[in-house]
């Protein structure tokens, strides 16, 4: 009886090291599994951190842009290309040289985009294109882009806002501008005419002054030229030629009245008898022959007049704002935009692409190293622009810049313009009245929109 209760005792003692050894193991089991987890974790953490330090660092999918832009011997755009590769290492910019004539870019740009081509992805573009690009479905609606990155459109001129917004909508930023400026000869005039009325009695009175044989010249022969002077006295005396709604608003009393005025003007004693053959290139020679006591014509005048090799007028030349008409001053606007081909593969850096190089940065960088106009009026404060030309530190250049209107900005411009030169031309020449080449354009224009 002692032995079998010493054998159960005995017993007992083995079944529980069993149990205690059996509980052991599960626990280690279970540390172990504990410590794997926490290695995976750990390691699963640290590659997330090693990937945001990666995107931190920018490194992204190396994408390259073709960039369409004319010839530039400035060496402008490849400083504004350098300066935004540094800022974005992977974007990398291509150019793509466009032929120097305006027509032929505009011409093969269709081509490519009307074939829904990528082969571009952001482009120059002349100011009168937008319009006409956006109803072909050609280009990028920018809108949500500049919203996004809170793009201040009120800090570029007016002018050139509204020569990028069609059906109010904005296709284009502004790239460098150009406006319609009056020039004067110092050495004759102490003070410039402020209103047309001004100007036609002035010029019949210093005409003959100085050795001069005109009082006044412009650009009045039938091209697009008669257009961008054309709109400069209809604006001045209130009136339009399509609305910000697109309808076409030219037959009015404002219309009428500057047509007359420019009627007065070129059929006056105080223009040259060939007037009516005048371009830029016969208003800059006149003008720095010392031929005329005043002059319309585009900023680049003011450089030609003060060529010693050239001139005959350095150090008489002064340039003011055109003169006003009823409603006011307006200068007719010239310059370029930005826009982006619509079947670009790569919209999100096309649009940095864009916003850099309209941007404060990228139009520094064209200004001081090109000499082109910025469309962003804070950087006529700026002293390294000031200092870059003199113009841009002129405040009567400003002024005029402030002043700007786009010519009408329509998808069928080009059709718009040849019945202008036609209308206003019939009109000069005398074969019709100012209030028929009013209704004219009036009647034409709306055909041609309904087409």
């Known amino acids: 009886m002692k032995l079998t209760r010493k ?13 205690l050894v059996a509980c052991g193991d599960e626990e280690d089991g279970q540390a172990a599994d504990d410590t794997s987890n926490n290695d995976n974790q750990t390691e699963a953490e640290t590659e997330t951190e090693s990937e945001s330090e990666k995107e931190a660092e920018g490194d992204q999918e190396q994408v390259t842009l073709v960039y369409a832009r004319g010839l530039d011997t400035t060496g402008a755009s490849e400083k504004l290309v350098q300066a935004f590769e540094e800022k974005h290492p992977h974007i990398k910019i291509e150019f793509r040289e466009m032929p120097a004539d305006t027509g032929e870019s505009h011409d093969q740009y269709v081509t490519m985009f009307s074939s829904q081509s990528s082969e571009i992805d952001v482009f120059d573009a002349d100011v009168i294109w937008p319009a006409e690009f956006a109803q072909a479905n050609y280009i990028l609606e920018l809108d949500r882009f500049i919203e996004r990155d809170g793009i201040d459109m009120d800090a570029y001129f007016p002018g050139t806002v509204a020569a990028g917004n ?31 009325d001004e100007l036609i009695e002035m010029a019949a ?15 009045a022969a039938q ?9 400069e006295y209809i604006a001045s005396y209130g009136g339009q030629i399509i609305d910000e709604d697109n309808n076409v608003v030219v037959d009015s009393p404002e219309t009428v009245k500057a047509i007359e005025k420019m009627q007065e003007i070129v059929n006056s004693d105080f223009v040259p008898d060939n007037i009516l053959n005048f371009q830029e290139v016969e208003t800059e020679n006149a003008f720095i022959e010392g031929k005329s006591v005043f002059a319309r014509n585009w900023p680049y005048m003011q450089a030609s007049s003060e060529d010693e ?15 006003a008409g009823d409603a006011g001053v307006a200068s007719s606007l010239g310059g370029w935009m930005g826009m982006i081909n619509r079947y670009t593969e790569h919209p999100e850096e096309a ?20 000499g082109s106009a910025p469309t962003l009026q804070e950087l006529y404060e700026d002293e390294e622009v000031k200092n870059a030309r003199p113009l841009f530190a002129n405040p009567e250049f400003v002024a005029t810049l402030e002043n700007a209107v786009p010519r009408p900005v329509s998808p069928i411009y080009p059709e718009v313009s040849d019945i202008m030169q036609i209308e206003i031309s019939k009109a000069l020449t005398g074969d019709q009245t100012a209030e028929e080449a009013a209704k004219n354009m009036q009647t034409k224009i709306e055909e041609a929109m309904q087409e």
Do not use: C, H
């Open 7 to 19: 054998f159960l005792a005995f017993l007992l003692i083995i079944v529980l090291a069993v149990v």
């Open 166 to 196: 069609y059906n109010g909508k904005q296709w284009a930023m502004p790239k460098f501008t150009d406006a319609g400026v009056f020039y004067y000869r110092s050495d004759i005039v102490d003070s410039p005419p402020e209103t047309w």
């Open 205 to 219: 009175e210093l005409q003959g002054e100085e050795g001069t044989e005109f009082g006044y010249i412009m650009q």
């Open 223 to 231: 091209y697009e030229g008669l257009i961008t002077g054309a709109i």
């Open 309 to 323: 090799s050239r001139s005959k007028v350095v150090g008489n030349v002064e340039i003011a704002t055109l003169p």
């Open 351 to 370: 649009w940095e692409f864009l916003k850099f190089m309209t941007g404060p940065e990228g139009q520094k960088i064209t200004a001081i190293e090109g």
